[in-house]
Nanobody
C-alpha cells in the first residue's frame, strides 16, 4: 500500500515562507506526475503545482513566481517551497501521486497552512 506523508504546514504571517514536504513509502520514479493541491474552507480542491519525473513543472496562475515544486527521486520526496504567502493561500495542502502504468492515484492526509497576522 502506497502512503504519502506530508509535513511542514503551520501558521505564518503574510509575506512569510513555508516549505511543505511529502515522503512516499515507495519509490517515486513511477509517479507521473506528483503534485500539490489545496482546499480552502467552502471551496473545491484545486491544483497548486505538479511535476513530472523529468522535472517539468506546471503551476496555478495564483502561485506562479511565489511557489516552487521539486522532487528528490533518491529520497522519495516531494517539496513545495512557498514564498510571499498571502491570506488567500490559507488551505489544507495535499500531496498527490499518479501511477499511469498501474492506473492508480494516491493522496496524503493533508497539512494545514494558515496565513494570518
Amino acid at each position: 500500500q502506497v502512503q504519502l506523508t506530508e509535513s511542514g504546514g503551520g501558521l505564518v504571517q503574510p509575506g512569510g515562507s513555508l516549505e511543505l514536504s511529502c515522503v512516499a513509502s515507495v519509490s517515486i520514479l513511477t509517479f507521473n506526475p506528483m503534485g500539490w493541491y489545496r482546499q480552502a474552507p467552502g471551496k473545491q480542491r484545486e491544483l497548486v503545482a505538479i511535476i513530472t519525473p523529468y522535472g517539468t513543472t506546471t503551476y496555478a496562475d495564483s502561485v506562479k513566481g511565489r511557489f516552487t515544486i521539486s522532487r528528490d527521486n533518491t529520497k522519495n520526496k516531494l517539496n513545495l517551497q512557498m514564498n510571499s504567502l498571502k491570506p488567500e493561500d490559507t488551505a489544507v495542502y495535499y500531496c498527490s501521486a499518479d501511477r499511469p502504468y498501474f492506473r492508480d492515484s494516491f493522496w496524503g492526509q493533508g497539512t494545514q497552512v494558515t496565513v494570518s497576522g
